[in-house]
């Protein structure tokens, strides 16, 4: 999570105090940033890894008289002069640069190949064995003259490039071993060093890489201050699944010595990646660990789970989307600044700006100024905010007076040079700008700042008589506190009072927001869901704020969710968060509340009981689904002991269609519906058994079917038709040795002749439908036409007739000739 320790003051297991100025990563703002300037701590750093990706030993020593910076293939290393100008001799006919250094104080030889002012020609020099011209094992000496206290430094030392004639010819003697083993133990346990050096600058990115190294290489580093760190490095950059990997691989082996704290964070690294039900019982054993009693610390954490399961259980408040807006960088701490939004990135727009923030490797961050499309809420045309602003350092978290004549924001403790306090951190301040004739003015910071500790993330009172912000300072109760000071007509401010323990925890609040119904901000102290949830609660100017809670999903997630702005008017705002699925580290999301009152109860709904057509006993367990105008299964319900059933909140006046099953021995039925506006319609389904389905009339067993009818002039099948042949099916599979013969009939309208035709071609296209499905054509004696000759009515054209009672002639019978 990019910028989280820079500008939100610390979401690190560490306190604003802990901060640093190093690079920033944007959602976290470090309020205290330790920048080291020097090319040549990143350049170590990059020759380490490299060295180690490549698995090639390397030593740097320091302090050498008349030795010149650089990096030296060693092809070996001799105890005395012997046979070492034969060496140069044959290296240098080989094509070679050869040479050596000799190190007075040890009485040693390194006797080598080439020599290079950078180490990435022999890092490849090395890969490709001199183009396949050296085989023998190398290894690469740095001469680091810059670093006059390392513990590796040598004094009186010399280097030749050429011996002429100054050796003897002698035996060499034996190849030093630390070359092949103590060489690569030393590389151990310089990354476990060199990764405690950026941790505690606080550029855990790269912290994190060389404590992987390290513990990746060796099981004899894993103990527990270095698995210890490389969590809290990969916690503090929000990378939960791999905090949660060395976390649980302490707690295996150290658990009876974790402290509260390392269990905090355990427990909030299983949220990070889900798994809220062992996060749970860790969360039981931080609270035992912190509470002097173990029987208030249970009724306490059972308390945190009951919240904690109300709040996955919450119903949907908002629409949330990810802008366009966002890079694979972080973008975090939206504002509203009149029909605008500002916010912070890490987007690096200059082609020449190859700065980074070592926290997480990514650029400063930089105040932008984007178009608001009201309609989609997408900001659009980022520019960078004013000059007078923006440095080459952070800026983030901006909050403007009502009248958006006066801002305040973030940035680092900044003069002519970063400013440090006596641990060497840089922390961070608010500053303040005035806008004049449209032009904004150089910042000046706020009188409550410190070179001690940290202030930021500013936000304003809707009437601009108040500023809330975030600060580690004393008489913080956790680790970063969220604090008021009034401000004053004459532009000065009141002593700042914290908020107290109805706000703050003993973690991390931070990225307040107010206006005039309620007061945001974001903590991972509050009960949550992972990482920093987003909180709000009202405040009465008579009782103070009232209980705080917590959004809920979708704003917060198990990752960090933060700096969050609402207006009242819309309810609609931004917020920022580094989820899965996002484009970057941070993005900001829009969202839209869904306003209860803008939203009418849903009545629509279908209901109904099924029972037993003959009986009509009721029919518990039946299997009732709801289909669409396509025949997709929307929703599916069992019946009550009573037969009953309901689908609730459908759309309104929409048809649906209701598919009943009672088991193997029942017909399936199939009726349509539709839903009436804010009505709860009532369907009757009478389920008929199979067997039922066999009729006698005039002492002719039939099946009883509803008719199947066919449009008029039409002999094929219509789809409430095949529902009823599917049905004949049925009974004619649990009947094997049903023979049937169809009869099919037309009205009498047409001539006579026409309608004996047509009647012919229905029944054929009833056969037909039939033996589609299965059944054998031996079992279906005949399919007879009879045309007009069987009238259900006196529809014979001697009197004037509906189309109903013309339809009802139209139809198909099905006669049993044998069981």
């Avoid at 490039?161 to 010819?169: C, I």
């Avoid at 913080?476 to 004459?490: C, K, P």
Wanted: hydrophobic fraction near 30%; charge should be negative; charged fraction near 30%.
């Amino acid at each position: 999570m990019l910028l989280f320790v820079a500008f939100t003051l610390v979401i690190n297991g560490q306190g604003l105090s802990d901060l640093s100025v190093q690079e920033e990563s944007p959602s976290t703002i470090d309020y205290n940033f330790t920048e080291d300037t020097s090319q040549s701590a990143q350049d170590e750093d990059s020759f380490l890894r490299a060295a180690d990706t490549n698995d090639i030993p390397q030593r740097t020593f320091s302090n050498l008289k008349d030795a010149t910076d650089g990096y030296y293939v060693i092809s070996m290393v001799l105890s005395s002069d012997k046979n070492l100008k034969r060496a140069i001799k044959k290296h240098k006919r080989k094509g070679f640069e050869p040479g050596y250094i000799f190190i007075q104080d040890k009485g040693l030889y390194y006797c080598y190949l080439k020599s290079y002012a950078a180490w990435q020609p022999a890092i490849e020099d090395i890969n490709s064995k001199f183009d396949n011209t050296y085989k023998d094992n190398v290894w690469i000496l740095k001469i680091d003259n810059s670093e006059p206290n390392r513990a590796l430094a040598v004094n009186n030392s010399s280097i030749k490039p050429v011996l002429e004639n100054a050796m003897s010819t002698e035996t060499t003697e034996n190849i030093i071993l630390e070359k092949e083993v103590s060489e690569k133990s030393a590389n151990k346990d310089k990354l476990v060093k060199r990764a405690d050096e950026y941790f505690n600058k606080m550029w855990y990115a790269e912290a994190a890489k060389l404590y992987e190294m390290a513990l990746n290489k060796s099981q004899d580093n894993y103990g527990y201050q270095v698995l210890q760190k490389a969590g809290d490095a990969h916690y503090f950059n929000t990378n939960m699944e791999q905090a949660y990997k060395w976390y649980n691989i302490l707690y295996e082996n150290y658990s009876d010595e974790m402290s509260a704290d390392n269990i905090f964070k355990y427990a909030h690294s299983l949220k990070g990646t889900g798994n809220y039900a062992r996060s749970k019982k860790l969360m039981r054993l931080y609270n035992k660990r912190l509470k002097a009693s173990s029987e208030l610390a249970s009724a306490f954490n059972q308390q945190r789970e009951i919240e904690l399961d109300n709040i996955l259980n919450t119903e949907k408040k908002f629409d949330i989307k990810n802008l366009k807006i966002n890079s694979e960088n972080s973008e975090f701490s939206p504002m509203f600044f009149g029909e605008d939004v500002v916010f912070a990135s890490a987007i690096d727009s200059s082609v020449f700006n190859t700065r980074r923030y070592k926290w997480n490797n990514q650029p400063y961050l930089d105040l932008y100024v984007s178009k608001l499309n009201e309609e989609s809420q997408e900001l659009k045309n980022a520019v960078k905010f004013s000059k007078k602003v923006n440095t080459k350092y952070h800026e983030a978290s901006v909050a403007f007076s009502p009248d958006n004549e006066t801002m305040y924001f973030t940035r680092n403790n900044y003069g002519k040079k970063l400013k440090r306090d006596k641990k060497g951190i840089n922390h961070l301040k608010i500053y303040r700008s005035k806008k004049v004739d449209g032009e904004w003015l150089e910042a000046t910071e706020v009188s409550f700042n410190s070179d001690a500790y940290s202030t930021g993330h500013p936000a304003i009172s809707s009437d601009g008589k108040k500023m809330y912000f975030v600060s580690d300072m004393p008489g913080s109760l956790g680790e970063t506190d969220i604090f008021v000071v009034d401000i004053n007509e004459d532009g000065s401010f009141s002593k700042p009072r914290n908020l107290g323990p109805e706000i703050n925890t003993e973690q991390k609040e931070m990225f307040p927001f107010i206006n005039n119904k309620k007061f945001y901000f974001s903590s991972d102290g509050h009960i949550g869901l992972g990482g920093l949830d987003v909180f709000e609660a009202s405040f009465d100017a008579e009782k103070g704020f009232t209980e705080v809670q917590n959004l809920g999903k979708p704003i917060n997630s198990n990752k960090d969710d933060f700096s969050y702005i609402e207006d009242e008017e819309t309810q609609k705002g931004y917020f920022a968060s580094n989820r899965d699925g996002g484009k970057g580290d941070d993005d900001i999301y829009s969202f839209k509340r869904l306003i209860l009152e803008e939203i009418p109860e849903n009545k629509n709904a279908i209901a109904g009981v099924v029972t037993e057509l003959i009986t009509g006993d009721l029919m518990p367990k039946a299997m009732v689904e709801l289909l669409d105008e396509n025949n997709i299964k929307l929703k599916e319900v069992e019946t009550a002991e009573d037969g009953s059933f309901i689908f609730e909140d459908l759309d309104s006046n929409t048809r649906y269609t209701l598919r009943t099953t009672g088991g193997d021995t029942y017909f399936e039925d199939e009726r349509e519906t539709a839903t009436e506006d804010n009505t709860t319609v009532n369907v009757e389904v009478k389920l008929r058994k199979l067997q039922e389905i066999i009729t006698v009339e005039n002492g002719i067993r039939k099946l009883k079917t509803e008719m199947i009818h066919f449009n008029f002039d039409k002999s094929y099948i219509r789809p409430d038709a095949a529902n009823e042949l599917d049905k004949l099916v049925e009974v004619m599979n649990e009947y094997p040795d049903m023979v049937i013969k169809v009869e099919s009939h037309t009205d009498s309208r047409g001539s006579a002749v026409y309608n004996k035709y047509l009647s012919g071609k229905r029944a054929e296209s009833t056969r037909d439908y039939i033996i589609s499905k299965g059944i054998a054509p031996e079992r279906i004696q005949s399919a007879t036409g009879y045309g007009e000759e069987r009238l259900l009515n006196g529809c014979d054209g001697s009197v004037a007739c509906t189309e109903q009672n013309h339809y009802l002639n139209r139809r198909s019978e099905f006669i049993i000739v044998e069981m």
